[in-house]
């Protein structure tokens, strides 16, 4: 990463978990990074984080065939770069540094050619977690806390506990005979709390409840008036929103009831826009109350900012901004001021729904796909 | 915090409104497909069951279920050809798992607690009878009946008990790291030694503690009772406090040490009296080393009471004062008595038991007396920390010499400091040297005069 010196834009380096202790990548070694994190509306699940790196394998480095004794990645006769490799991308400033992916390496393949080079696939802890089951009960049991849940379920998947965990959801469930994947129960819990699941970019299991939205800080703003503590941008890529009205939800609280709840007004407006949510929550109270917020919270459209562009090169360019840009993370705010052509001025204010980030040896392109603040509120 | 503005996004809490429509149902639950194909619908007429010991013979359908009475209602089922048992095989595995657990036990030695011997068997070889009346014997069958054994030493190779009550333990050894015995009564405790790293006892009460040696660094004791104690060296660390008796040749009384015969004191420090009064009493001899850096030093408020005698030149005085012991052995030196009426008197020695190589002073070159004709006399005035403010010398003129200029001209005459040079110029020679010069005149003047 050539352009990055630490100083005047963050240094970036790859690093493997070599022996229990994180190794860096020769810089120069790589070629390109891709990151991927979150979604893209507010209306999907968090998706796995994707990360894919490309690596100049001239030195054979990259090969997990390579079991070389001058290979830094082979230890006691092993080449460590196999599945479930973790590894991390860390972005450093002024000597504080910043994780921007944490993850498992799930695919290399080895170009032999002339140019040759190592291309790795790395996943976070969802795609982890997808691939656990768990067990069927023979009665329903355990009535607890999504929060709770969640945990088990990380358990079931082999998650480790402490510091890898951060859940929040008091909303209490209905017993279970589970016998379905973890990822299925843990969006039970996610939408019994109207809330939101995802890997942090330090690699923590998240569970956030609906009240969290109230509380994010607000990282960038961006303009286009080269205003001190702003953001230039690329590129916005605005949404009316009316595509993703919702004014009919049903709320399946396991066998025992089924709410649905319609906000009138809009369907007038625009008919009938329908999801459906499955949230065994406890109480028929919690119930109704999710079906009111969830056809309310999206059934009137505001035009938003579906994507901004920018180059993260020149994130300091107004201001000492790269700690707030390093440090942003899915479901915190940011805000645009756009100056039309005609003279007006507009302001949007987002949450960040997912990031991605193309970082070449020469270049930093970042894109969040960001979705309209939402107001509403239940008590549950 | 971020630098940059920060959005509140203010919550608008969702109520039911007339702008909702809610319904809520109970939702019906469709059975799957595999369980429509196991249900089994039970109609008179259709299906029936038959409870009896044989099989039933005739009236069956298919379906119909017989439970044998007479065989643990084992369950069959008709084909519509043929009673199929369709018993629970786990009951089946069951009953296996039970008669070989019965056959299993039947097969293990049993153990029989009772007063008589058992008549009724089977026995098995090892079988145990514990004989409860007498207190609990060991009896094993063997070869066809029970006979009594013991336990063997390598059956109780380790005793792990945390109480051990037996009437006596007779044992011709009995070898242990530790005994914790609230008491130890024994007529007589014999032995050849006892070998311990420390005997910690309040008391040890004997007649007589018979050893030829008692090997310690120390001995505590409030009071050691002895008749005698015999030793080479009698080292004591604190105060040895005895106020009669007899060290060596020596009598100890309350406040003296006594000898019937000589009695030398010897030190190399210092014999301090303290507050009081230290008096040598008798014909006490006191003296000095040889040399003149060992000497005799008497400070602070001291006295020689009576008869002193001071060895060398024997003097005798009624009252001495005295700085220095050298100054008192040394005729030549001179010292400061007291007279009897407290003045002070200056005495020394010129008899000629004292002198050799008697010579006129004249026909010594470097004690020409014509030398004196140069040295200049002088009037002067002491220093106030030479003579007190009352002295009668003080800041008067005072003729004399200088000791500086006596020693430059007639060197002979000076005293000298040990440390300071030039002190005072004596007398004792410059008077006869004046004398010789004197001498020397009257010759030359009754020369002149013709005579």
């Known amino acids: 990463m050539s352009a990055f010196d630490g100083i005047t834009s963050p240094a970036i380096a790859v690093q493997f978990l070599k022996s229990g202790t994180w190794t860096s990548v020769t810089t120069t070694d790589v070629i390109q990074i891709d990151i991927r994190r979150g979604r893209t509306r507010q209306s999907e699940r968090d998706q796995a984080g994707i990360s894919v790196v490309v690596f100049n394998n001239t030195s054979g480095y990259y090969d997990p065939d390579n079991t070389s004794v001058s290979n830094p990645w082979v230890v006691s006769g092993t080449n460590i770069l196999r599945d479930g490799l973790q590894m991390r991308i860390v972005a450093t400033i002024g000597g504080t540094p910043y994780n921007l992916y944490y993850g498992f390496l799930e695919e290399t393949r080895v170009n032999q050619g002339e140019a040759p080079s190592s291309t790795m696939t790395f996943v976070d802890g969802i795609a982890y977690i997808a691939d656990a089951q768990a067990p069927a009960l023979a009665t329903s049991s355990f009535a607890e806390t999504a929060a709770t849940r969640v945990g088990r379920m990380l358990t079931y998947a082999g998650w480790p506990s402490g510091g890898s965990r951060s859940l929040t959801g008091t909303v209490g469930m209905l017993a279970t005979t589970q016998n379905r994947s973890c990822m299925a129960l843990i969006y039970q819990a996610v939408d019994a709390i109207a809330g939101r699941f995802y890997i942090s970019r330090n690699g923590v299991a998240t569970l956030v409840p609906l009240a969290d939205k109230f509380s994010r800080p607000t990282q960038l703003l961006f303009t286009d008036n080269q205003a001190s503590n702003t953001v230039g941008y690329m590129q916005l890529l605005t949404n009316p929103g009316t595509y993703y009205v919702v004014n009919q939800a049903i709320v399946n609280r396991g066998e025992a009831k089924q709410y649905t709840s319609q906000y009138n007004p809009s369907v007038s407006a625009y008919g009938i826009a329908k999801t459906v949510f499955d949230a065994p929550v406890a109480t028929d109270s919690n119930a109704q109350n999710l079906a009111l917020y969830e056809s309310r919270k999206l059934a009137t459209p505001d035009t938003y900012v579906e994507r901004i562009d920018f180059n993260a090169l020149a994130v300091g360019t107004y201001g000492l901004l790269y700690p707030d840009f390093l440090s942003t993370e899915l479901a915190d705010q940011v805000s645009v001021v756009r100056t039309t052509y005609d003279g007006r001025t507009i302001q949007w204010n987002l949450v960040v729904e997912g990031m991605a980030h193309n970082i070449t040896q020469n270049n930093w392109m970042v894109s969040y796909t960001t979705s309209a603040i939402n107001p509403y509120s239940i008590t549950i | ?413 000076c005293d000298y400091s040990e440390t300071k040079g030039p002190e005072s110029w004596n007398d004792r020679v410059i008077l006869p040297a004046m004398l010789a010069l004197i001498q020397e005149q009257e010759a030359r003047i009754q020369a002149l005069e013709g005579k």
């Open chain 2, 1 to 413: 915090m971020p630098l940059c503005p920060q959005i509140t996004n203010t919550p608008i809490t969702v109520t039911l409104t007339a702008d909702f429509t809610v319904t809520d149902v109970v939702p019906v639950v469709p059975a799957t497909t595999e369980d429509v194909a196991n249900v089994v619908v039970l109609v008179d007429g259709k299906t029936k069951a038959y409870y009896q010991t044989t099989a039933p013979t005739s009236g069956m359908t298919e379906g119909d279920i017989w439970f044998d009475t007479d065989d643990g209602y084992k369950l069959y089922y008709y084909t519509g050809s043929a009673w199929t048992s369709v018993q629970d095989t786990s009951i089946a595995a069951a009953q296996s798992a039970a008669t070989a657990a019965q056959t299993t036990a039947d097969g293990k030695n049993k153990i029989y607690r009772q007063t008589t011997m058992p008549t009724t068997g089977p026995f098995s070889e090892g079988d145990l009878w514990f004989d409860t009346d007498d207190d609990n014997r060991f009896y094993r069958y063997t070869s066809g009946a029970f006979s009594a054994f013991s336990l063997g030493n390598n059956a109780i190779a380790s005793l792990s008990a945390t109480k051990l009550t037996a009437g006596t333990i007779d044992a011709s050894v009995i070898t242990v790291s530790n005994i914790n015995a609230g008491n130890i009564s024994t007529g007589t405790l014999a032995a050849a030694r006892i070998a311990a790293g420390s005997l910690d006892a309040s008391k040890i009460t004997a007649g007589t503690i018979t050893s030829t040696q008692i090997s310690s660094s120390y001995v505590y004791a409030g009071t050691i009772a002895a008749g005698n104690i015999t030793t080479g060296t009698l080292s004591a660390t604190v105060s040895l406090a005895a106020v009669s008796g007899t060290i060596g040749g020596f009598t100890l009384a309350s406040t003296y040490l006594s000898g019937s015969g000589g009695f030398t004191l010897y030190s190399n420090g210092i014999i301090d009296g303290g507050l009081s009064n230290t008096i040598f009493y008798g014909y006490a001899n006191i003296g000095g080393g040889p040399a003149t850096g060992e000497r005799f030093i008497v400070t602070g408020n001291s006295s020689f009471v009576g008869q002193a005698i001071f060895s060398g030149n024997t003097t005798s005085q009624t009252h001495f004062f005295s700085p220095f012991a050298t100054n008192v052995t040394s005729a030549a030196n001179g010292f400061w008595v007291t007279s009897g009426s407290g003045r002070m008197t200056y005495t020394t020695a010129s008899s000629q038991r004292y002198k050799h190589d008697i010579v006129d002073l004249v026909s010594i070159p470097e004690y020409d007396p014509k030398k004196l004709l140069n040295l200049p006399v002088r009037a002067f005035r002491y220093n106030e920390d030479y003579v007190t403010p009352t002295d009668d010398r003080a800041e008067v003129l005072i003729p004399g010499f200088i000791a500086e200029e006596v020693d430059a001209i007639y060197p002979i005459a």
